[in-house]
């Protein structure tokens, strides 16, 4: 199973930006495709962000697309989440996950069990 460390939320002001990253486990990180999910207070979870194993093939949900950027390093088994022009309604706890395909991330079907999640809050 692979073990997700997620950090670099923290209190932004609307507009701001900030950079999360996730720290995974595993001698096959690069054969995996990764994601982000976030869980506002009262909501589901959902599906942020996707990547592919390669990181040829980005995936966005839309009401972030155009904001934030998803990127992998394979040599030292990372993932980041570059979330630009935040606002208010980004704000929720935000978790990485791992898959064998973009496709078994949406549909929940993980390599991993969540991680502690990173808090992230915009300010208006």
């Known amino acids: 199973q692979v073990q997700l460390v997620e950090s670099g939320g923290g209190l932004v002001q609307a507009g701001g930006s900030l950079r999360l990253s996730c720290a995974a486990s595993g001698r096959t990180f690069s054969s995996y495709a990764m994601g982000w999910f976030r869980q506002a207070p009262g909501k589901e979870r959902e599906f942020v962000a996707g990547i592919t194993w390669s990181g040829s093939s980005t995936y966005y949900a839309d009401s972030v697309k155009g904001r934030f950027t998803i990127s992998r390093d394979n040599a030292k088994n990372m993932v980041y989440l570059q979330m630009n022009s935040l606002i208010p309604e980004d704000t929720a706890v935000y978790y990485c996950?791992?898959?064998?395909?973009?496709?078994?991330?949406?549909?929940?079907?993980?390599?991993?069990?969540w991680g502690q999640g990173t808090q992230v809050t915009v300010s208006s």
């Open positions: 996950e791992a898959g064998r395909s973009i496709g078994d991330l949406r549909s929940r079907r993980f390599l991993g069990s």
